[in-house]
């Protein structure tokens, strides 16, 4: 039984299809469940989820404003994974381009640094994704 995280974001996307081909085969997520017939997804990743619904312009969606790509302008949504590497290996397969490169990154967390393997990417819709692989700490330098 899939047990669902308090906050769960929902993108909106321009082709759902398209969309699911990126999150599941490329990235590794699994759908949960879905509706097809209202272009609905569920998907998780090791306790990662999201949503994606599939836009309709007539259909009284919550928008706040007018959808112009790339969505998700201002947002990043970091991903806590195992591993990034195979991710990499399957984005570099189709040459899927990454936003930045892949590189290990240390940020100041109080006293100590927090390390991370970073894999940065867009999907379809331009949603930025940054998968991170847990590095562990060290002393601040």
Do not use: C
């Amino acid at each position: 039984m899939l047990t669902r995280n308090k906050m769960v974001p929902e993108l909106t996307v321009s082709n759902l299809q398209q969309s699911l081909a990126f999150w599941t085969d490329l990235i590794g997520f699994q759908i949960a469940y879905e509706r097809p017939e209202e272009g609905f997804a569920y998907l998780d990743f090791d306790g990662v989820q999201v949503m994606l619904e599939q836009y309709f312009a007539e259909d009284g969606q919550w928008h706040t404003g007018a959808l112009q790509a790339p969505f998700g302008r201002g947002i990043n949504f970091q991903m806590t994974v195992e591993r990034v590497e195979p991710i990499l290996a399957r984005l570099a397969a189709v040459q899927w381009p990454l936003f930045r490169p892949f590189a290990d990154a240390w940020y100041r967390s109080g006293e100590v640094e927090v390390g991370q393997r970073e894999l940065i990417v867009q999907d379809p819709d331009g949603y930025l994704l940054r998968l991170a692989e847990a590095l562990g700490e060290r002393p601040v330098r």
